[in-house]
């Protein structure tokens, strides 16, 4: 599929994958598109920053390329390793059969043949469906001398092989990386990419992404659901409650056939929603319900 050629029709190929999203993403995410540039999201976790990446390898037909950052990673481990395992046995295969010629043994080692491609150097080859879309997730879990490392790397969209030499992408993949601010990423990283916060949505946007993402469920549910969450977000919780938890906890009352909340379907679902024993206890007893009554006086009649 072409790249769309406006702001609307982002939106609406995102939209026709299940992403719901406004008009300044779609914006950010056109422009990261139209000029090649690498698209840095930040936000907090669970609101969709990794679903961006999905939705838009899913629309535009490109291979998705996840590099899943953590900590101790480095740039042997998201470009390239070599086969070892397999190397030993190719040496002692050749040293059985004797004569072994001990030059063209080491080229052949370090061929295309023992190499492991890792999701860097997977983005950097050629593909027939067309640039593939790397997602480059959870940046903020790495170290600075990564980020010096991707900062070459997208920069040139190279990455070399010191065994093999360069290998350059025939066409620059698309490339979204997300962080959940848990540090700041180096502002030289940030100035090679168009940035955006994801924000959690506003209450008509969830309960679009709801709809989306999980049909099923009835309006009156889905609003309550969304108004439950929202209020939520504004207590003091170690983990607010992310778009995804929305999303889970909501197929989780299906799952259970439940067609109104109350303080005690709450109480018994609330790990879907928070993941934290400390938050948990918090909304134990009258605060649950204290919420629930909060979130249903602000809604309207659906």
Same mark, same amino acid.
């Given at each position: 599929?072409? !790249?769309?050629?406006?702001?609307?029709?982002?939106?609406?190929?995102?939209?026709?994958? +299940?992403?719901?999203?406004?008009? #300044?993403?779609?914006?950010?995410?056109?422009?990261?598109?139209?000029? +090649? /540039?690498?698209?840095?999201?930040?936000?907090?976790?669970?609101?969709?920053?990794?679903?961006?990446?999905?939705?838009?390898?899913?629309?535009?037909? /490109?291979?998705?390329?996840?590099?899943?950052?953590?900590?101790?990673?480095?740039?042997?481990?998201?470009?390239?390793?070599?086969?070892?395992?397999?190397?030993?046995?190719?040496?002692?295969?050749?040293?059985?059969?004797? +004569?072994?010629?001990?030059?063209?043994?080491?080229?052949?080692?370090?061929?295309?043949?023992?190499?492991?491609?890792?999701?860097?150097?997977?983005?950097?080859?050629?593909?027939?469906?067309?640039?593939?879309?790397?997602?480059?997730? *959870?940046?903020?879990?790495?170290?600075?001398?990564?980020? #010096?490392?991707?900062? *070459?790397?997208?920069?040139?969209?190279?990455?070399?092989?010191?065994?093999?030499?360069?290998?350059? #992408?025939?066409?620059?993949?698309?490339?979204?990386?997300?962080?959940?601010?848990?540090? *700041?990423?180096?502002?030289?990283?940030?100035?090679?990419?168009?940035?955006?916060?994801?924000?959690?949505?506003?209450?008509?946007?969830?309960?679009?992404?709801?709809?989306? /993402?999980?049909?099923?469920?009835?309006?009156?549910?889905? /609003?309550?659901?969304?108004?439950?969450? !929202?209020?939520?977000?504004?207590?003091?919780?170690?983990?607010?409650?992310?778009?995804?938890?929305?999303?889970?906890?909501?197929?989780?009352?299906?799952?259970?056939?439940?067609?109104?909340?109350?303080?005690?379907?709450?109480?018994?679902?609330?790990?879907?929603?928070?993941?934290?024993?400390?938050?948990? !206890?918090?909304? !134990?007893?009258?605060?649950?319900?204290?919420?629930?009554?909060?979130?249903?006086?602000?809604?309207?009649?659906?």
């Amino acid at each position: 599929m072409t !790249q769309p050629n406006s702001i609307d029709a982002v939106q609406n190929m995102l939209d026709a994958q +299940g992403y719901v999203c406004g008009r #300044a993403l779609a914006t950010v995410v056109f422009l990261s598109l139209k000029l +090649g /540039r690498p698209l840095f999201l930040e936000g907090e976790a669970g609101v969709g920053k990794t679903e961006i990446a999905k939705a838009l390898a899913s629309g535009l037909n /490109r291979r998705l390329i996840r590099l899943q950052c953590y900590e101790g990673l480095d740039a042997s481990s998201a470009v390239y390793e070599w086969n070892f395992p397999a190397q030993m046995v190719a040496i002692r295969t050749a040293e059985a059969s004797g +004569g072994a010629d001990r030059n063209a043994l080491q080229t052949e080692l370090f061929s295309d043949e023992y190499l492991i491609e890792r999701p860097l150097l997977q983005a950097m080859r050629p593909d027939e469906s067309g640039a593939p879309v790397l997602l480059i997730d *959870e940046l903020d879990r790495t170290d600075e001398p990564f980020e #010096a490392f991707l900062l *070459e790397a997208l920069s040139d969209f190279q990455v070399t092989i010191p065994e093999l030499g360069t290998v350059k #992408a025939p066409e620059p993949p698309i490339v979204i990386l997300t962080s959940n601010r848990t540090r *700041e990423v180096h502002d030289a990283l940030k100035r090679r990419c168009l940035y955006h916060w994801v924000d959690y949505p506003d209450f008509e946007r969830e309960i679009q992404i709801l709809h989306a /993402r999980a049909p099923e469920a009835a309006e009156a549910l889905s /609003r309550e659901v969304v108004a439950f969450v !929202q209020h939520l977000r504004t207590e003091d919780l170690f983990k607010k409650p992310g778009v995804a938890e929305t999303i889970d906890w909501a197929k989780c009352l299906l799952a259970l056939d439940v067609i109104n909340l109350s303080p005690e379907v709450i109480g018994d679902t609330l790990g879907a929603i928070l993941k934290y024993q400390d938050d948990i !206890q918090k909304l !134990q007893g009258s605060e649950a319900k204290r919420i629930l009554d909060e979130a249903k006086a602000t809604l309207e009649p659906a």
